[in-house]
């Protein structure tokens, strides 16, 4: 490693895969649950499970995103991190808010009480106290990152990755508004929720895409750069106004069924530059990179989030076609694929590169490694389908039909059961990622002997 501050990554990172497994087991549990519904349903009802499941996903990939800025704004800045005391301060009141969110969620805790319990908003239900430590966290996060890229060199990378975390701490800001009015509650609601995904997210995602592909293809920085600013240009222009894809029946004017239909019909394009980024710098690429299986993840990153985010999200974005399929599984079909192609398998790609210079050694166990990728997009990617397919099926009987909804989903379970199968897959390659990045493959060769991974490759 060129600079020793990166190491604060690893902690970031190790966090981020607890986590992950957490949080995929909480997806199986839950799956279950749809084919069983009597499944624990004393001890840890079906709406703690989804809250566990779709908070601990967003901690981990925000883990991830903290992690991967402290590994590569080093490298792009050319200093070490302002202060890796706060890092590790930020790390800490993190973990500590995420034991107090489980801990307050299984055990129905402080019920009804304005600061220690659980709000009802979906994927907001943080206790306020706990928003409080992660508005804290992101503040010592953004001055330690600032202050490191301001006192070194700026590159579009930084500049970029920057400009998405901010975006994320000040957007999460509106999770303390919350209004009496349910329309306004909901217009505000999404502020947080659409302008993190399908808006600064996309940003950070694009500089860290950017960074891989500058390291493991070897392309000209200012190539990349070109591109880079390309894909912020039409996620922003794209992503802010297709917000208005979610006010089409909360209550909001009728124009925004206009405006949501055009510009999210248009948030296919930012995706699509990114797939075609990632193939287009491999091609052109001098490099010979031995780290075959982070090379893998980050095409595999593109391609899933193009049709997760892209393809899935264009079919039901529509306010004609999104009047009947609003809410039903193919809902849950374009969430799924979308988070596990745009910004799961991009902190596993980072994960994947970063490991082995952190613990300065070659990359190892990469066909486990890359098994994985397929277990885990092979699993996401049929889970999708039978989704979607119940997704059809559902919106027919019920929104066309006009049959009730326990009798539509007493219908539905043949395909409960193969998203089950397919979560299993899923989660065996969780854990299997997990082992080829922690456990070390026998020496062939005396360690001494070792050619280690430079960073500069």
């Known amino acids: 490693m060129k600079y020793e501050s990166q190491k604060i990554a690893y902690a970031y990172f190790l966090a981020a895969m607890i986590l992950f497994v957490v949080q995929v087991s909480g997806g199986l549990l839950a799956g279950w649950i749809y084919v069983a519904p009597n499944t624990l349903s004393e001890v840890l009802p079906f709406n703690v499970v989804r809250m566990l499941h779709t908070n601990s996903l967003i901690v981990w990939l925000l883990l991830g995103f903290f992690g991967a800025a402290y590994f590569l704004i080093p490298e792009e800045s050319g200093r070490e991190i302002h202060s890796p005391a706060i890092a590790y301060y930020q790390l800490a009141i993190l973990v500590l808010g995420t034991l107090g969110v489980v801990v307050t969620y299984v055990f129905d805790l402080f019920q ?170 491999v091609w052109k690429g001098r490099r010979d990179h031995p780290n075959k299986a982070a090379l893998l993840w980050s095409l595999g990153t ?67 490694n890359m098994a994985s990728f397929w277990l885990m997009s092979g699993g996401m990617a049929f889970m999708t389908f039978v989704l979607t397919f119940a997704g059809t099926i559902q919106t027919h009987l019920q929104r066309v039909m006009g049959q009730n909804y326990m009798e539509v989903q007493d219908q539905l379970v043949l395909f409960y059961y193969m998203r089950f199968g397919a979560g299993i897959a899923v989660v065996l390659g969780a854990i299997l990622f997990v082992y080829a990045i922690l456990v070390p493959q026998r020496e062939a060769i005396e360690p001494g002997k070792r050619d280690v991974l430079s960073p500069a490759e």
């Open 302 to 368: 593109t391609t899933l989030a193009f049709f997760g985010a892209g393809v899935w999200g264009f079919l039901h974005t529509l306010h004609g076609v999104n009047y009947y399929t609003h809410g039903t599984q193919i809902t849950a079909a374009h969430g799924h694929l979308a988070f596990f192609g745009a910004y799961v398998s991009l902190n596993l790609a980072i994960f994947t590169y970063a490991f082995p210079i952190m613990r300065n050694r070659d990359p190892y166990n990469q066909v486990l």
């Open 112 to 281: 009804g009480n304005f600061l220690l319990g659980k709000d009802g908003r979906e994927f907001l239900e943080q206790p306020l106290w706990v928003k409080i430590g992660i508005v804290v966290a992101a503040l010592m996060f953004l001055y330690n990152v600032s202050m490191t890229v301001l006192a070194g060199k700026k590159t579009a990378i930084t500049n970029v990755l920057l400009i998405g975390l901010w975006g994320i701490a000040l957007l999460f800001l509106f999770a303390f508004y919350n209004p009496a009015n349910l329309s306004l509650d909901k217009m505000y609601w999404w502020y947080v929720v659409h302008l993190w995904v399908e808006g600064v997210w996309e940003l950070v995602m694009a500089a860290i895409l950017a960074y891989l592909m500058l390291k493991l293809t070897g392309v000209d920085r200012e190539v990349v750069e070109k591109w880079l600013y390309v894909i912020v240009g039409t996620s922003l222009f794209t992503g802010i106004l297709g917000t208005g894809h979610h006010y089409y029946w909360i209550g909001a004017p009728g124009y925004w069924q206009w405006i949501g239909s055009i510009f999210s019909t248009l948030e296919i394009v930012p995706f699509f530059l990114m797939m075609v980024f990632s193939f287009v710098m």
